[in-house]
């Protein structure tokens, strides 16, 4: 069994937002509570309307296939669950984990998709529970890659893979400019017109934030194999969206 002590959070503490490390999980946990109810509106501006057919597809492209057993871990609103029960064809093949009350209460899910309260870091599973292990933009909100993908090594059957959604930053300046702009000018002054939390606005500052302070791909892909994966692969769209793959050996 593989042990691992070294932490890597995925970004340095965000101190303009919560006073300590310590302080980040409850202060990130209850302001997606607050959000929950505009989640689904913004990530549709966010994504232009593609993400529903972006998430089906870097599901699919990852190995996803019909009669796996799914877990999607930070399920949020629970928008990748929804693309993985259409794929599977069986709703009850699929879980969803979020350590968000709010959020689990506003997801929107197929009869049958089960949710449950929980953290990256502490899957309420058993050992080899699913074939596939989804994470849609929430690895930057992750407090610990080495704990989480440890535990995504253990809830995984053998052969089980990963896919790990995410937004990068894109190497150009002018399209780091324009994504800057985009989601940390644009996407809040949006957000604070149609948005019906006040805090929602808030919440796509701090999305920016996290993504510019993240850690780079090379350091993900460097968990998942300190972790036990193999196969590491990551595939790029558009310079921006990030689909992070690997297997659990046999």
Same mark, same amino acid.
């Given at each position: 069994?593989?042990?691992?002590?070294?932490?890597?959070?995925?970004?340095?503490?965000?101190?303009?937002?919560?006073?300590?490390?310590?302080?980040?999980?409850?202060?990130?946990?209850?302001? +997606?509570?607050?959000?929950? /109810?505009?989640?689904?509106?913004?990530?549709?501006?966010?994504?232009?309307?593609?993400?529903?057919?972006?998430?089906?597809?870097? $599901?699919?492209? @990852?190995?996803?296939? /019909?009669?796996?057993?799914?877990?999607?871990?930070?399920?949020?609103?629970?928008?990748?669950?929804?693309?993985?029960?259409?794929?599977?064809?069986?709703?009850?093949?699929?879980?969803?984990?979020?350590?968000?009350?709010?959020?689990?209460?506003?997801?929107?899910?197929? /009869?049958?998709? =089960?949710?449950?309260?929980?953290?990256?870091?502490?899957?309420?599973?058993?050992?080899? @529970?699913?074939?596939?292990?989804?994470?849609?933009?929430?690895?930057?909100?992750?407090?610990?890659?080495?704990?989480?993908?440890?535990? +995504?090594? =253990?809830?995984?059957?053998?052969?089980? =893979?990963?896919?790990?959604?995410?937004?990068?930053?894109?190497?150009?300046?002018?399209?780091?400019?324009?994504?800057?702009?985009?989601?940390?000018?644009?996407?809040?002054?949006? @957000?604070?017109?149609?948005?019906?939390?006040?805090?929602?606005? $808030?919440?796509?500052?701090?999305?920016?934030?996290?993504?510019?302070?993240?850690?780079?791909?090379?350091?993900?892909?460097? /968990?998942?194999?300190?972790?036990?994966?193999?196969?590491? @692969?990551?595939?790029?769209?558009?310079?921006?969206?990030?689909?992070?793959?690997?297997?659990?050996? $046999?």
């Amino acid at each position: 069994m593989m042990t691992q002590t070294h932490a890597q959070p995925p970004h340095p503490p965000l101190r303009k937002y919560y006073e300590s490390e310590p302080e980040r999980s409850a202060w990130v946990r209850g302001l +997606f509570d607050r959000t929950a /109810a505009d989640y689904d509106r913004i990530e549709r501006i966010l994504g232009l309307g593609s993400g529903s057919w972006y998430r089906g597809q870097a $599901l699919r492209d @990852a190995g996803l296939q /019909a009669g796996m057993t799914v877990l999607d871990v930070g399920t949020g609103t629970g928008l990748l669950a929804c693309a993985a029960a259409v794929i599977v064809g069986d709703p009850t093949l699929v879980t969803g984990v979020d350590p968000s009350p709010g959020m689990i209460a506003h997801a929107k899910v197929p /009869a049958g998709v =089960r949710l449950l309260a929980g953290s990256a870091e502490a899957i309420p599973v058993p050992d080899a @529970a699913a074939d596939f292990l989804t994470l849609g933009y929430a690895l930057r909100h992750i407090g610990d890659l080495t704990a989480a993908f440890t535990e +995504f090594h =253990r809830v995984l059957k053998p052969g089980g =893979r990963v896919c790990l959604l995410e937004i990068s930053l894109p190497q150009g300046k002018v399209t780091r400019a324009l994504l800057k702009a985009w989601l940390n000018g644009w996407v809040p002054k949006i @957000a604070a017109v149609i948005a019906r939390r006040r805090d929602t606005p $808030l919440l796509m500052h701090y999305y920016w934030d996290t993504i510019a302070a993240c850690v780079p791909p090379e350091t993900i892909l460097q /968990a998942l194999a300190a972790a036990g994966f193999r196969d590491l @692969a990551r595939h790029v769209d558009l310079g921006i969206f990030s689909a992070y793959r690997a297997r659990k050996p $046999l």
